[in-house]
């Protein structure tokens, strides 16, 4: 043992990272811990001016190479496009972080029941929560596998884990729209810890290691009431701020975690312990 073996293990000095739905909510926070930890980071989202201002921003803050680049990923043409668009640009790829996520193209439609739900917006949310994960995660995975190591980490949810409890939904609201968690979002979110754990398993002879991310409930313009429900079935007693979600994406990217595949890290303030 020698001073600095270990908290070298987090360090990820010239590794290179993709992140899908970099320019989100989480995403950002995401991208910005990747890249304060050494890494160079692709951010990638829909909206690709967007990601090429973030990423802009990410390089000058952190002095890492960044880039920004939009891509539909549902769309394996797409997803191969802005592989290679990433791997020219910065480099091979040894970190993905599959973080995207849909709530489809109208948003009140994807908070109908289940019994209003419609077949569309169910292909269509699928499309991205699981399909595209399943896209990108090959798409990148295959690279890896070819160089014989990197480290793939997944996006679920708590609701992936567990059912939600419809009782706090009662008057809840999220940027001034009624809220639920639909059956979709809990399905899609499921079937990516599935996938994950088959492709942990099938790259694990290649050095690729594959994990999961599920976060619990994190604070981001609930109002008050569903705050307060939430929290109230949480152990800490209160939802997640996004930064605290950096912490398990850094254990999983890095050296840190290198006998740790198949797994699913929940960070959700003790709520599935209940």
Not at 46 to 73: Q, Y
Request: hydrophobic fraction near 40%.
């Amino acid at each position: 043992m020698r001073p600095g073996q270990f908290r070298r293990l987090f360090d990820l000095s010239g590794k290179i990272a993709v992140v899908t739905g970099g320019a989100g909510i989480l995403g950002r926070y995401f991208c910005a811990a990747l890249a304060d930890a050494g890494a160079g980071v692709a951010v990638v989202d829909l909206d690709g001016p967007e990601c090429e201002t973030f990423a802009s921003m990410l390089s000058e803050t952190f002095s890492v190479p960044c880039l920004g680049l939009a891509a539909d990923i549902s769309n394996p043409d797409s997803i191969r496009e802005m592989a290679e668009q990433v791997e020219d640009g910065l480099g091979a790829v040894s970190i993905l972080h599959n973080n995207a996520a849909s709530k489809g193209g109208d948003p009140a439609a994807f908070f109908d029941s289940v019994e209003d739900f419609s077949l569309d917006v169910w292909r269509e949310v699928m499309g991205v929560n699981l399909d595209g994960q399943f896209l990108v995660a090959r798409e990148f995975g295959e690279r890896m596998a070819k160089r014989k190591g990197g480290s793939i980490i997944q996006t679920a949810s708590i609701y992936g884990v567990m059912a939600p409890d419809q009782r706090i939904y009662e008057g809840s609201v999220y940027n001034g729209m009624p809220i639920n968690t639909p059956a979709v979002y809990s399905a899609s979110k499921a079937g990516v810890i599935g996938l994950s754990r088959y492709l942990a398993t099938w790259w694990a002879d290649k050095g690729v290691r594959v994990n999961v991310l599920t976060p619990g409930g994190v604070a981001s313009g609930q109002n008050d009431a569903f705050q307060r429900r939430y929290s109230d079935r949480v152990p800490l007693r209160r939802m997640a701020r996004p930064d605290e979600m950096t912490g398990a994406l850094l254990f999983l990217a890095s050296d840190a975690s290198s006998y740790v595949t198949g797994q699913n890290i929940i960070v959700d303030g003790g709520l599935d312990a209940w």
